[in-house]
Structure formats: C-alpha cells, structure tokens
C-alpha cells in the first residue's frame, strides 16, 4: 500500500510558524489532487487545503489568511506553511493525494502532529 510521508510537526507557541511537508511516490500517476487535512481528538478529519495538478489553490476560511499551501508537481509533494497559529489548530494534520479518473486512487499519510501552546 502506498503511504505519504509527512513530515515538520511540533510543538510551538500560539503566534508562530511551522511548515509542513509531504512526499508522495514519484512513480503515481498525474492529474491528482493533492491535500492537507487535520484531525483534533474527538473531532472528525477535516479538510484544510488543497492543489490540483493544475495549479488550482483552495484552503478553507479559517486558515486562508494564515497559511499557504504549495506543490511541486514532478516530485510530488506538497507543502503547508502555517502562521500566526492559534492552539485551535492543534491536530494531527494528515496528506492525501487522490485521482478520481481511471486509474483511480487515494492515499494517505500516518500523520505529523502540531501541537500549540496557549
């Protein structure tokens, strides 16, 4: 099975920065998307952000001031570079890469864990 590697989690205090990393295998096919999303204890996973093969950005209105999500497209990874955090983003963030045409997939990391403190 194949699974991402995430990568700069930690702990940081409320109003700093941290940049998340996520490789997948270079061998997947093109036209994914792919997505960082986060998971608090007790709470469902939740969608953050995501890049299209095509360049198209989309993260969600609680972080869309704060973060920025990029990806390089021949490697295959993915990053999150996240600003003025609040101890509401405490999860484990998760990367997902996913094609939805022929030959479908969808796969996911183990999880990198941000932690702020108040």
């Known amino acids: 099975q194949v699974q991402l590697v995430e990568s700069g989690g930690g702990l940081v205090q409320a109003g700093g920065s941290l940049t998340l990393s996520c490789a997948a295998p270079?061998?997947?096919?093109?036209?994914?998307?792919m997505a960082w999303y986060r998971q608090a204890p007790g709470k469902q996973r939740e969608l953050i952000g995501s890049?299209?093969?095509?360049?198209?950005?989309y993260l969600v209105d609680a972080v869309e001031d704060r973060f920025t999500i990029s990806r390089n497209n021949a490697k295959n990874t993915l990053s999150l570079q996240m600003n003025s955090l609040k101890p509401d983003d405490t999860a484990v963030y998760y990367c997902?890469?996913?094609?939805?045409?022929?030959?479908?997939?969808?796969?996911w990391g183990q999880g990198t864990q941000v932690t702020v403190s108040s």
């Open positions: 270079g061998s997947l096919l093109g036209a994914s998307t």
């Open positions: 997902n890469i996913r094609r939805a045409v022929t030959p479908v997939y969808n796969y």
């Open positions: 890049v299209t093969s095509g360049g198209i950005t």
